[in-house]
């Protein structure tokens, strides 16, 4: 974590190494996340990248076809983020909806409507998020 004091403003993503170095796969998350229709189009052994554009700032950036899929596709589904997720689940599904570019509490509230920004800030900061390997950038 870096030195200073994290505001709503503060970006966060979802540290992929980290993941890797639990042993954990990053790739069967987003493969969940996936909606039936394109599970039948993927296989986690499927490894592909994909450019993406962010749609605010224009920048591309290549991102594995999965989470491309994952944000492009099937975040765009009324129950990819649902009033009935905890809210560890719904931020980490804005993650994903968001290719894992990095966001703030503000944005990621924007994006789930739930809690407040500052309800969203506490628990990225929380040690369950941490556990996750959510890390500000
Ligand atoms: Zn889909």
């Known amino acids: 974590m870096p030195v200073g004091r994290l505001t709503t403003k503060s970006k966060f993503h979802i540290d992929v190494a980290y993941w890797e170095k639990q042993g954990r796969n990053f790739r ?3 493969y969940d996340a996936l909606c039936q229709e394109c599970k039948s189009m993927y296989s986690l052994e499927d490894v592909r990248e994909v450019d993406y554009v962010d749609p605010v700032t224009g920048q591309v950036t ?3 076809a999965l989470l491309d899929c994952a944000s492009a596709v099937c975040s765009n589904a009324p129950d990819f983020i649902n009033p009935k997720m905890p809210l560890t689940r719904s931020i980490f599904r804005a993650f994903i909806a968001a290719g894992n570019l990095p966001q703030s509490a503000e944005e990621i509230y924007a994006h789930i409507n739930k809690g407040s920004p500052q309800i969203i ?3 990225l900061l929380s040690v369950q998020m941490e556990s996750e390997g959510v890390t500000s950038v």
Request: proline share 0%; net charge negative.
């Open 28 to 30: 069967q998350e987003v």
């Open 62 to 64: 290549r991102i594995d």
């Open 121 to 123: 800030l506490k628990e």
